[in-house]
């Protein structure tokens, strides 16, 4: 992302944000991303973002933990996982067959959570591209304090560029910038 | 933005989403108090007591505790659930109060989490210690039989707790991290030294606050705020198994895992409350964690100190009707037994004196609240203790009853543990935001 051409409009309100958004997406306009220092409610359903298959990820991460659980305990306590013979101990005369089963259900139930919180947070951290030391790209240092920012690539416009403009500054952005080769200026209009 | 104008604002002082920046990274950009000094070295000094302590444990053996053949788990497995029903606020007011949409959990969720961590990390010690040869401590994890010890058994509650702490302990870390990554990207943004740039930008893990970004983030916050919920309620589950499934009278009950849970969930309050009644005030953190918060976690601790007492009537009450003698005479030994003052003890702490909560002005008088969940913290550390110790000490062979005491060593690493506790929590409300400063932003009324 730092190396992109943007169309950058600084505001202190989400609900002006929220309207830009919104006028700019009746108008066709693509935008590429908003910044903001909190989850601003609904915004992401008024960029039309599809909601993320993440769930499905941690779903599968989660049943591959159950499975885990499950053979981990089989293999160790019974000789009926397949052909393999892995020396079980025979403890106090316990069953060492399925009928140990409710006795291996918490273990089963623990992996199937470990695994699915994991399992989804590694998800996340590489869907977003995020990892310890990443410089981040930020457009302006108060996009994590208290400033919300819209950013518009010039060459997904499909309105004119004074329209653009008029837009954000009618919707209350208290700065116009436009970043190119990775020098930000600011805009005057 | 919809306001309910039956509830009290959730942020006083007509902050803005500035001044939210400003008020919870300000610890963090200043040089500590004279006060924060004062209270890390006194804790420091009780984790240096640990650390002899338990250097001495390793060194002689298990003999240093007062624990004997009849009450093998005496102020050690009394401290271990202790330190476990802590960690269990922390995770009850980020995740299930998420699930409930409960926004007053975000100006506590931060802090309730951090205790949750430091607390599970104290209870590990005790049964780690406990195995007498710490140095063997991989023993309980799966390893095949050629690493020294034989395949663990999977029939043993006691092994079910070392997957369910061991689980709760890293998804905990993981929901908390995950929670503080916005908060250090605002850190590092603000941060005027190099190093400061340089550690939080490397914690930061690269966060821009990108829509995207947060989208995804709300959905791996919900789940996993779904799976830590029936997490949190499995691992008190699992620890009173420890006990149910054994034969000991006094233990061998199946109220036992609604009533644990319900104990660790007030005794974490007792201790969120403890904690946070100070730290509001030394951080200037008042009108964040307004009284209206302490009130609502009054009524959870009202709520829970009525489900454990109705837990000790009805077990009471069941032993006798049971007409087995074993269980009438454990329960009876309890109230009128050698124990008696730790029995009456726990039942005042507990049952009684939450009771007081009914009154407003109860609910509403920080330093009212904060002696009260000391009352807590004592009444729930002598619940434990009276399960363990009174159910031990009279056995099924009169020959084998003994009575119990711990040595100072057993003191020593339980105060220890004390000193860790804060240790850490000291570090955290110097390092860390200690009140989740993204949420915050999103719930403030005024705006700039």
Redesign the interface.
Known sequence: ?LDKNLIVGVY???DNLMSTVGRLRKKGVEIF?????????N??KE?G?K??N??VG?FIC?SLGFLSGTL??FY??TNHLGTFK????N?GG?PMDYL?LP??M??M???T??F???G??IL??I????????????LD??????RLLIAIEPGHLGISRDELNQILKEEGAIELRERKDGEQVVINV | MYEASIRKPLVTGNK???DI?DDICRPIENKPTKLWYLGFTISFIFLGIMGVSLAWTTWEGIGTWGVNKTIMWGWDITNFVFWVGIGHAGTLISAILLLFRQKWRMAINRSAEAMTIFAVMCAAIFPLFHMGRVWLGYWPL?LP?AFGS??????S?L??DV??IS?YF??SL??WY?GL??DI??V???ATTKARKFWY????????????????????SL??AG??T??VL?VHT?VS?DFATSVIPGWHTTIFPPYFVAGAIFSGFGMVLTLLVIARSVLKLTDYITVEHLEAMTKVVMLTGSMVGLAYLTEFFIAQYSGVEYEQYAFLNRATGPYWWAYWTMMTCNLLAPQVFWFKWARTTPWFIFIMSIVVNIGMWFERFVIIVTSLHRDYLPSSWAMYSPTITEVGIFLGTMGLFFTCFFLFSKYLPVVN???M??IVKS??
């Open positions: 992302m202190d309100n989400e991303d908003c910044f903001t220092p909190y989850p601003v409610h915004l992401d960029m973002i909601r993320s993440l769930t941690a989660g981990l305990q160790m306590m892995s020396w079980p101990m403890i316990k140990m006795s291996m918490p273990v139930f623990e992996l959570i470990l699915t919180a994991f989804i947070g996340f951290f869907r977003s591209r995020m990892i310890h030391g990443k410089i981040a790209a930020i240092p108060r996009q994590t304090q208290d | 803005t989403i500035t920046s799966p039989n034989l395949w663990v058994n999977f029939n509650p092994l079910w997957f369910a689980t890293s998804v993981l929901f995950l990554i916005p990207a605002t590092r943004d603000r930008g490397f914690f930061a893990m690269g966060w821009d606050g990108s829509a995207r970004t947060w989208h995804r983030y709300e959905v791996v789940i996993l799976v830590s029936p997490l499995s699992i198994f400063m993204s949420e932003k999103s705006r700039e």
